[in-house]
């Protein structure tokens, strides 16, 4: 710039203020607001300033597109998949309006897609073939006390016939021996054979252990004199012969308490070509909040959940496998709270950081550490600061993922505690003793964050709340952008939209990031007047792009194996740093355990650049990944998409 165009501009910015201190003078309080809102507005628009912080937009859909997105991934053909199932909203759930949408970030159009289940609270990650595996939602919603008219719970049905299984339908009345009371079944259940048991030594035959099934059932009648208040054995209705002596139920207490959700079993995968659900089989155990993600031998386990009674999955882990598209039961159970921030490590280890999302008591399965999931080892890790308040903390393995170093950020109290931390640990899995140390302090405690690796191996880290699900107007509008290079974070623009419960972000492939969902409990800070989803889209443009030109990238390859080589062209070579592989991320509830950028080796000539994908398949997961350079500013490419066979 030169003096005469700085004098000029000092001059305007002179007299604009001279004029605002005027009509401040003059208006009083309002008119000083006003200007200062507008001077903020002129603040963040500076080139200065968007090339140090970044720079924050709105996408509002045309009111018919909008929908109360809970789950989104990013596809390979670059779209995003917003999935909103009936969206926590228990009447879209009693008239089966389940959403999806199908938003294109570069041609802006955004389209519905059939819904085929409630996939509210599913699981789901990228697989090798580029479709996207969903499993889990919502077969019933919560009921608090005050809303529970009919008593209700968990009857387990017995039976002590060891040559059938026994199948009673929805519908099904069970009568207590001792209270006399009824109650009736809400869905069908199988109940197995029973096993018979012999004495090891010398073959004697013992006894049957009755197969069991579990089943929600409901008193007939609304009222509190159909509770009960003890364990009883149940007839079952209907039933007759060898049937009617081998079958029965037990039940503890049926109560008028708070229900929780139940889950199902159903699985999709979602093909981003066709644009459309493919149902597969189902797995063994429903589950709702359930973590799915890739095994060494590209298996994908599914952890956790409640199942279709409203009751945590008792470690009943499972595994399904692309190729057969069937699941199975791991050898082992290990039990993990809801939504368990779980990723694979180097060397074929589960590195588990004690980050949840929700259910399950506050002693089991929470502690961090390395699971052997064949041999069910785990190895606790200690040094993580606030340990007690791990629930809604984000995990996120820092870039590059060679070095094998994960952070935790924030987190909050087990359920709806007040509590929350402003904590981040960092772990180095490649130490000869790994142990959590402390990172850089966020501002407040923070429950929710969302997060994204960029290319240049930096990590964006905004939003959440001090309190559950935001109460008492506790929405951070912070964002912050964490160096994994020099370990530091500093403030970078603050978002638009606060965001907490059921938000996320991904990262898309011109290096932007989009922000979505929020579940405020109350809109007010007094927690009077019931919460509003939020259904706005934010893109973040960081400060890289505010930069000299971004780097070129183009022709090449679409598959390069592990271990071998792909050309691209660029017409900046020169001045190109490095390149990385990032897996898309498919986030929900804090919990991203798709994303990862993996560093690739780089040779250059005048005009072509060469990369080399790792051999390691733990590192290098098959699927599709975004292929970025960057140059010696920080300034990435736009993504080449490329397939790891």
């Known amino acids: 710039m030169t003096d005469h165009a700085g004098r000029r501009r000092a001059r305007r910015l002179a007299i604009g203020t001279a004029v605002v201190l005027a009509l ?197 009648k609304k009222g509190a004199k159909y509770e009960t208040g003890t364990q009883d054995n149940y007839r079952v209705q209907g039933l007759s012969g060898a049937d009617a002596r081998n079958t029965y139920g037990i039940a503890e207490k049926i109560a008028l308490d708070k229900k929780d959700f139940q889950g199902i079993r159903d699985a999709y995968e979602f093909d981003p070509v066709a644009e459309k659900y493919i149902k597969v089989d189902p797995m063994n155990e429903a589950r709702w909040y359930p973590t799915l993600t890739t095994m060494s031998d ?117 359920g709806e505690s007040k509590l929350s931390s402003r904590k981040t640990r960092v772990i180095d899995l490649l130490a000869a003793n790994p142990r959590f140390t402390d990172g850089p302090s966020l501002e407040k405690g923070t429950r929710y964050p969302q997060y994204s690796i960029l290319p240049d191996d930096t990590v964006m880290i905004s939003g959440g709340a001090e309190d559950y699900r935001g109460r008492g107007a506790s929405n951070i509008l912070q964002a912050r952008m964490y160096d994994a290079k020099t370990g530091k974070l500093r403030r970078v623009a603050d978002p638009l939209v606060g965001r907490n419960y059921h938000s996320g972000s991904i990262l898309l492939p011109d290096g932007r990031i989009m922000f979505f969902g929020s579940d405020s409990l109350y809109a007010d800070k007094a927690d009077t007047k019931p919460g509003k989803f939020e259904q706005r889209i934010e893109i973040y443009t960081p400060p890289y792009l505010y930069r000299d030109a971004r780097p070129s990238l183009s022709g090449g390859p679409q598959t390069i194996a592990r271990g071998a080589s792909g050309t691209f062209k660029s017409q900046h070579t020169s001045t190109i740093k490095t390149a990385r592989l990032i897996r898309p991320s498919a986030s929900t509830h804090v919990t991203d355990v798709d994303q990862r950028s993996i560093a690739l080796d780089l040779k250059k000539t005048k005009d072509t650049l060469t990369v080399t994908v790792p051999k390691n398949r733990n590192l290098v997961e098959s699927g599709w990944y975004m292929l970025f350079v960057t140059d010696d500013q920080g300034t990435p490419s736009k993504a080449q998409w490329v397939k790891v066979p």
């Not at 059938?164 to 009345?173: C, E, R, S, V």
């Not at 290990?334 to 949840?356: C, E, H, K, V, W």
């Open 24 to 220: 401040a003078g003059m208006n009083g309080p309002w008119v000083y607001r006003f200007s200062t809102e507008k001077y903020h507005e002129y603040k963040i628009n500076r080139p200065e300033y968007k090339a140090d912080n970044g720079k924050w937009e709105v996408v509002n859909f045309p009111e018919k597109y909008r929908q109360n997105t809970i789950h989104a991934a990013l596809l390979h053909t670059g779209k995003v998949l917003l999935v909103a199932g009936s969206g926590n909203n228990a009447d879209n759930f009693d008239a089966k309006k389940f959403d999806t949408r199908i938003w294109d970030p570069v041609l802006g159009t955004i389209k519905k897609i059939p819904t085929p289940a409630d996939l509210f609270c599913t699981g789901h990650t990228q697989l090798s073939n580029g479709n996207l595996l969903i499993a889990g939602g919502t077969k019933r919603y919560e009921k608090l006390k005050g809303d529970v008219t009919k008593a209700g719970g968990l009857m387990v049905v017995h039976n002590e016939n060891p040559d059938k299984p026994i199948t009673l339908p929805a519908g099904t009345k069970f009568t207590g021996k001792e209270n006399g009371k009824t109650f009736v079944s809400k869905d069908p259940v199988v109940v197995e054979r029973a096993t018979k048991v012999f004495d090891k030594a010398t073959g004697t035959f013992l006894r049957n252990d009755p197969g069991l099934g579990r089943i929600y059932v409901e008193a007939q």
């Open 298 to 414: 590209g298996r994908i386990l599914s952890l956790s959940g409640l199942d279709e009674i409203g009751q945590l999955v008792p470690g009943k882990n499972e595994l399904y496998d692309p190729k057969t598209k069937k699941w199975t039961y791991t050898t082992h159970t290990r039990q993990f709270p809801t939504y368990p921030a779980i990723s694979l490590m180097q060397n074929g280890d589960m590195f588990y950081s004690g980050a949840n999302a929700g259910y399950g008591p506050d002693n089991v399965g929470r502690d961090p550490g390395i699971w052997n999931v064949a041999t069910d080892k785990f190895t606790k890790l200690k040094g993580l600061s606030d340990p007690k308040l791990l629930e809604t903390a984000g995990t996120v393995l820092l870039p590059p993922a060679q070095d094998e170093k994960y952070m935790v950020i924030g987190g909050g109290g087990v």
